[in-house]
DNA sequence: CACGTATATACGCGATAGAGTATATACAAA
DNA sequence: TTTGTATATACTCTATCGCGTATATACGTG
């Protein structure tokens, strides 16, 4: 599987990385806590650990998981070269979060605003909003 | 399609995003620039705007692309909860960006490092390596 | 050693995504 | 209107993903 992109397109896999981000968890635990199968549990472990965002340790037949860093660093990078473009929406984006039922918990930057709108003359109608 | 990590997971469309990201831009504009089909173009443009990564305006025949900040601030809303854990490895996350500059399809980490072994009985060991 | 537990892997299946080709639509200029 | 340009969509094909089922492997205990 390609990029860090792939690997957390996949919700299961999303559910176990915030699973493992409050602590280190048994694939059992894992099984366990998000309801899914055995062996679903022990592929999408085998994907994050290759694409190195989990580790494990054994411990006696258990294999202990814990998350790395890396990756989620390498998400981080690309989303940094769209930061300076979000941070003059910060209004609209709360709106879009609350319609979605996420909590934003983010701490981001609150800065420069650079709207720049640079539309001319209108050329004969609007159309904008093409099938939704 | 349904999360807004399935929707970057798409390498194409992560380069669209890029593009766009310095300024709007005409599908032709990104065909030539990104090399891709004109119906490849379209068809991807449509997924983000779905997914309200981007919006349009119409100038003549041609529709201008422009980025709108909400879904990333989703993604960065998700990456939040693991920024205390990364903040941690700064050190070692750096030495990772370096090695991996770009490259993709590659997961050659070899994520066997420190794998604490506790057995004792000698049983006839297999391939614990991660055959990839 | 046999057995139970914990985890990994092999195999087949159904769903779906992305690309290519062809065509449809919107608009402008002649 | 006819033609040319710019973009969108329909259709088909192929590859891959994720799951379930079944089995293999590893380990501790009796």
């Given at each position: 599987m390609g990029s860090v992109f792939e690997i957390i397109a996949e919700p299961n896999r999303?559910?176990?990385?915030?699973?493992?981000?409050?602590?280190?968890?048994?694939?059992?635990?894992?099984?366990?806590?998000?309801?899914m199968s055995q062996p679903t549990v022990s592929k999408h472990l085998r994907v994050l650990r290759d694409a190195g965002f989990v580790e494990s340790t054994v411990d006696a037949q258990r294999r202990l998981y814990r998350l790395k860093p890396e990756p989620f660093q390498e998400v981080d990078a690309w989303l940094a070269q769209f930061r300076r473009f979000w941070s003059a929406h910060i209004d609209a984006l709360e709106r879009h979060l609350d319609r979605m039922g996420h909590s934003r918990d983010d701490q981001s930057t609150p800065t420069e605003k650079?709207?720049?709108?640079?539309?001319?003359?209108p050329k004969r109608e609007k159309g904008k909003g093409e099938t939704k």
């Open positions: 999303r559910s176990i990385l915030s699973l493992l981000g409050s602590s280190e968890k048994s694939v059992g635990e894992i099984e366990q806590q998000l309801r650079n709207t720049i709108r640079k539309r001319r003359g």
